[in-house]
């Protein structure tokens, strides 16, 4: 028979191997979960920044208008929308169209800053602020007029497609 100190010390040692093996098993697992979460949050990061980018193109195309094409600019904003979003548009092209070519309407619009509201991987609300250089018979030197836009975008099959827009 061993002595009473050999069977303490072998306790001992299957104690302290138990607590390594769960520590190590408890940080292998905590790892894991932390991997993920920044996984998301890569995911939402470049999720956000690309709907930020598609948001500026957007409000620059659909601020911009001619009264000699005034479809130009809105087919691509139309093929950039959600199937909801490109029937209001065009709905607002044929109310807005004959005041538009009545007052020979152009306008031009850059996008001076952007940012994310909020935003998500399928889902996001950009406010873009767009500088709009517009001339018409009733103001035939150029003017421009500050705006922000609130774009609401959503992610369709790997493309973000415009769903609402606003303007604040």
């Known amino acids: 028979m061993r002595p009473w100190w050999a069977r303490t010390s072998t306790l001992v040692v299957a104690v302290v191997v138990l607590f390594v ?3 190590a098993v408890t940080a292998w697992l905590r790892i894991s979960d932390l991997r993920e979460q920044v996984d998301t949050l890569e995911a939402q990061t470049f999720a956000a920044e690309s709907a930020r980018q598609d948001a500026i193109l957007l409000a620059e ?3 911009t208008y001619d009264y000699r094409d005034l479809g130009g600019n809105f087919r691509h904003v139309a093929a950039r929308a959600t199937d ?3 029937g209001q548009l065009s709905t607002l092209t044929e109310e807005l169209g ?3 070519q009545q007052t020979r ?3 031009t619009a850059t996008a001076r800053s952007a940012g994310v509201v909020r935003a998500d991987t399928a889902k996001a609300v950009v406010m ?3 500088d709009q250089t517009v001339t018409n018979t009733k103001s035939p030197e150029p003017r421009v007029e500050r705006s922000r836009m609130e774009l609401t975008l959503v992610r369709d099959d ?3 497609r415009l769903d609402q827009a606003g303007e604040l």
Do not use: I, Q
């Open 84 to 86: 909801r979003f490109a």
């Open 158 to 160: 790997g493309v973000w």
């Open 128 to 130: 873009v602020f767009v």
């Open 61 to 63: 195309d659909l601020a």
């Open 98 to 100: 004959p005041e538009l």
């Open 105 to 107: 309407a152009v306008a």
């Open 21 to 23: 093996v769960s520590g």
